[in-house]
């Protein structure tokens, strides 16, 4: 099957969007501006565009309260789990009622009261019932509904969206949407197609696009390829990407990339989010499983940040900074949160760079000092306790200076992204330009899931 290519790989096959770069770092620019989709994107059925659904409010906490999947759970399969705790706890609450409710019965019908007590009784009884019923039994909280890879498919059957993207079976999914491929008849290439119901957090979508079009050109995101709504859901249709970078990580021999190959992918993902920061955005979860490769040979040799969907404006169009919130809901994965996130403080542009740091700590050494540690606290102890110089036995000592600016960084302040690149690059050897990435050296055959 054949693959979307990228327009950045200097390929000639044209694809949505403008601007282009062939360049592996990109020279670092003033704000980009908005770029308009060259026609408007329409749907199997209606021409609705979604950046004509309700925008998120620019202070309401990122869409509702912190889902348990992120803020406390490790796997967002743990929902599933509280859901099935939640049903059987509201089991168990009904049987005891009915059991309580039948020694009642048996105890007043023994103190030989007579039936014109009875009756009275039950119509007094009816008077006091409240005029709205109960909420049912067993029925967990709407927080708790399976959602995500983990929710039954959202496109069943034979779908063409916009008349043109054939749809396949779910691949994967995250902790709010789900990931599809389809095959573009157009042209017969495969794409990615990103699809979560419209409701509550429709805003989340209608911000990822906000992005992904800020973001189109910059080198090392996802080429948006169009966007709609389809029998109750919304969807986004971006260019397929290959594997990600923990998925590489663990096929390697000794479960951890080389230090040439790690420093390349932290210069090349300090580069990534700098293009977010540089639009007024914040990812808020930056960790390796969100960074991935492309599919043809050039784009292997690139790192493309993915899922803008729990990003948030810290800078608005005029300049101004966000105004710091006493208290900011969790946002992120636990293992790659900044302290800020663990302390509850808002997060800025440093809190994306401390969970790269940690990232590059882990895909260069195979593990995090807290890797086995389950409790959030712990978590958050050992983040705040382990000298730095113990984060470190393969990587050179050099890159701990990547931490040790972060320290002196706070809210709203911006991280100097050049002199971090400055630091990490004098940790190369010569002609580390020159040296494949550790999987150009294996036999690859695409993404097992896709990736977007």
Known sequence: MRTARNVRSGSKDKQPGKGSSNELFSEMKLPIQLMEDEEDVKTANKPTDLAELTPPSSDAEDFGPPPKDLATAKDPRDVVGLQRKSAEKDDSKKARKQKDGSKKKKSTTNSGMDANSKTAKRKSNKKKQPTTPPAQSGTPPQALVARGKYAPPHLKGKVILNNRFLVGPMKTGGAYGQIYTAVDQADNKTVAIKVEPTGPDSGRMVLEQRVLKALRGTGHAPTLIGSGTYTGFQFLIMEMLGRNLTDLRKRQPKKRFTTTTTIRVALQSIQAVYNLHNIGFI?????????????????????????YGMTRQYRFENGAIRKERIYACFRGTLRYVSLNVHDMKEQGPVDDLWSLFYTMI???????????????????????????????????????????????????????????????????????????????????????EPSS
């Open 283 to 307: 990812h808020r979860d930056i960790k390796p499983m969100n960074m991935v490769i492309g599919l043809s040979s050039v784009q292997q040799q690139i790192v493309y940040l993915i899922d």
């Open 362 to 448: 882990e895909l260069g050494e195979g593990a995090l000092p807290w890797r086995h540690a389950v409790e959030t606290d712990l978590i958050a102890s050992k983040k705040r306790n382990t000298p730095l110089n113990e984060f470190i036995f393969h990587l050179p000592k050099g890159v701990l200076e990547f931490a040790r600016h972060l320290e002196g960084v706070n809210y709203p302040q911006m991280p100097d992204y050049k002199l971090i690149q400055s630091n990490l690059t004098d940790c190369l050897g010569p002609a580390s330009e020159q040296v494949s990435f550790d999987w150009e050296n294996q036999f690859y055959e695409g993404p097992e």
